[in-house]
T-cell receptor, first 115, second 116 residues
Framework: DAGVIQSPRHEVTEMGQEVTLRCKPISGHDYLFWYRQTMMRGLELLIYFNNNVPIDDSGMPEDRFSAKMPNASFSTLKIQPSEPRDSAVYFC?????????????FGSGTRLTVV | AQKVTQAQTEISVVEKEDVTLDCVYETRDTTYYLFWYKQPPSGELVFLIRRNSFDEQNEISGRYSWNFQKSTSSFNFTITASQVVDSAVYFCALSGLSSNTGKLIFGQGTTLQVKP
């Protein structure tokens, strides 16, 4: 079991550029979550999917953020255009139904720096 | 609304001291789950424990122990004989059954520094 795989681990980009973060959940997990971690706001849930369908995107900060899950093994979080305040660590997590209630498996995170 | 409060922002102890990290939660769900995660300096989030709202038994795992008190809505975490390797940020989290998804609400975290 390779765990939840996120790429890239680090991303540095210039303000205004498009950024795409990627996540491969654990095989068989049908829930996928995107979290953002900042010093000011802590760990915030941005969006989550069930069976590739977005269920709750109320945490997405604004229209510059979008997330997709085209299939069960891949999800992307896109920021377009990026701004310095988007600098944060973005975590992806996956779980099985009910197992989410027993704890997610988190990826290692993507540290995004927008300059 | 669900909320998790970790009032201690930072704690510093000397190695071998015992330390307790506090967690207070709010939820209207009658069935819910509480978690602790550890985030070491390397940045990953490591699952430590899950408790459900029907099980108030304290749990011990090595030097770690957890005290769940429903009456005070608290789920405190104690490290006995702390070690330098325990230095990390610790997060308490809550998931209510009403969400039916296990959506985790995190506290702000407590930074624990264990000095040699």
């Amino acid at each position: 079991d390779a765990g939840v795989i996120q790429s890239p681990r680090h991303e540095v980009t210039e303000m205004g550029q498009e950024v795409t973060l990627r996540c491969k959940p654990i095989s068989g997990h049908d829930y996928l979550f995107w979290y953002r971690q900042t010093m000011m706001r802590g760990l915030e849930l941005l969006i989550y999917f069930n069976n590739n369908v977005p269920i709750d995107d109320s945490g997405m900060p604004e229209d510059r953020f979008s997330a997709k899950m085209p299939n069960a093994s891949f999800s992307t979080l896109k920021i377009q255009p990026s701004e310095p305040r988007d600098s944060a660590v973005y975590f992806c997590a996956s779980s099985l139904p009910g197992q989410g209630l027993r704890g997610y498996t988190f990826g290692s995170g993507t540290r995004l720096t927008v300059v | 609304a669900q909320k998790v409060t970790q009032a201690q922002t930072e704690i510093s102890v000397v190695e071998k001291e015992d330390v307790t990290l506090d967690c207070v939660y709010e939820t209207r769900d009658t069935t819910y789950y509480l978690f602790w995660y550890k985030q070491p300096p390397s940045g990953e989030l490591v699952f430590l424990i899950r408790r459900n709202s029907f099980d108030e038994q304290n749990e011990i795992s090595g030097r770690y122990s957890w005290n769940f008190q429903k009456s005070t809505s608290s789920f405190n975490f104690t490290i006995t004989a702390s070690q330098v390797v325990d230095s990390a940020v610790y997060f308490c989290a809550l998931s209510g059954l009403s969400s039916n998804t296990g959506k985790l609400i995190f506290g702000q975290g407590t930074t624990l520094q264990v000095k040699p």
